[in-house]
C-alpha cells in the first residue's frame, strides 16, 4: 500500500476486556513502531520492532500490553484487561531504517467504557 | 530526563498572518529534530528534519530553525492558510540506538477566515 494502515480505526469496549489492534507498515519498511496519544498530548513511545524482534519495549506500561510482529511485516499491540485510563489514540509508524523519518498511520481511537 | 517542550499551548490567528511556534529540548544524545502536522484525527505528517549542523530549513511556507547551542528550535508560518489548522509537533530523536523519538505535547493551530 502507499501508507501505514491500521485497523480498526476506532475500537469501544469495556473494561476487563481484550482488544487487539492491528499495524499494516509500509511495504519494505523493517522497523516499526507503536506510539500512544492521549488527548491534548504529544505521542508516547510504547515499543519498537526490527524485523520480527522487539527492539525496545520499555514504553509498554505495565504486562497487560504486548505486541507482536511475526513475519517482520504487520503487527498487531494486544491489550488484556482493558481499563478506562487505557482510552487514547494508538499510532503506529514504520521506518525504513535509513532514511530518518517515520511514517506514521491514522491510528486507532480506542474507548474502554 | 529527555523532554521536549513546546509554546505556546494553543494559537488562533487571521487568515493571512504570519506566526512561529517554539519548541526547547533537554535530549541527549541528540541526533535530529523534526517538525511534524497533525490534523485532527489523523496520524502526524513530517514538515521538515534538522540535523546537528543544519540550522534552518524550509518546506513552501514553513520554515524550521535549529540552535543546537540552546537546545531550541522555531516553525515559521508564512501567510497562514485555513488548512493550516492543526496540531504542530516538536520531535527530537536521540542517537541511542533505537532512533526513539520524543515528542513535545504540540500546539494546536486555529487560523480563522
Known amino acids: 500500500g502507499a501508507g501505514v494502515s491500521q485497523t480498526p480505526s476506532n475500537k469501544v469496549t469495556e473494561k476487563g476486556k481484550y482488544v487487539e489492534l492491528r499495524c499494516d507498515p509500509i511495504?519494505?519498511?523493517?522497523?516499526l513502531y507503536w506510539y500512544r496519544q492521549s488527548l491534548g498530548q504529544g505521542p508516547e513511545f510504547l515499543i519498537y520492532?526490527?524485523?520480527?524482534?522487539?527492539?525496545?519495549d520499555s514504553g509498554l506500561p505495565n504486562d497487560r500490553f504486548f505486541a507482536v510482529r511475526p513475519e517482520g511485516s504487520v503487527s498487531t499491540l494486544k491489550i488484556q484487561r482493558t481499563e478506562r485510563g487505557d482510552s487514547a489514540v494508538y499510532l503506529c509508524?514504520?521506518?525504513?531504517?535509513?532514511?530518518?523519518?517515520?511514517?506514521f498511520g491514522p491510528g486507532t481511537r480506542l474507548l474502554v467504557l | 530526563k529527555n523532554q521536549v517542550e513546546q509554546s505556546p499551548q494553543s494559537l488562533i490567528i487571521l487568515e493571512g498572518k504570519n506566526c512561529t511556534l517554539q519548541?526547547?529540548?533537554?535530549?541527549?544524545?541528540?541526533?535530529?529534530l523534526r517538525w511534524y502536522k497533525q490534523d485532527t484525527g489523523r496520524g502526524p505528517v513530517s514538515l521538515t528534519i534538522?540535523?546537528?549542523?543544519?540550522n534552518t530549513k524550509s518546506n513552501g511556507r514553513y520554515t524550521a530553525t535549529l540552535d543546537a547551542d540552546t537546545k531550541q528550535s522555531s516553525l515559521h508560518i508564512t501567510a497562514s492558510q485555513l488548512s493550516d489548522s492543526a496540531s504542530y509537533i516538536c520531535?527530537?530523536?536521540?542517537?541511542?540506538?533505537?532512533?526513539?523519538?520524543?515528542f513535545g505535547t504540540g500546539t494546536r493551530l486555529k487560523v480563522l477566515a
Open positions: 511495504s519494505g519498511h523493517t522497523a
Open positions: 509508524a514504520s521506518w525504513t531504517g535509513e532514511e530518518e523519518t517515520q511514517y
Open positions: 534538522m540535523t546537528f549542523s543544519e
Open positions: 519548541c526547547n529540548y533537554t535530549v541527549s544524545p541528540f541526533s535530529n
Open positions: 520531535v527530537v530523536s536521540d542517537r541511542s540506538g533505537t532512533y526513539k523519538y520524543i
Open positions: 520492532f526490527q524485523g520480527t524482534g522487539a527492539a525496545d
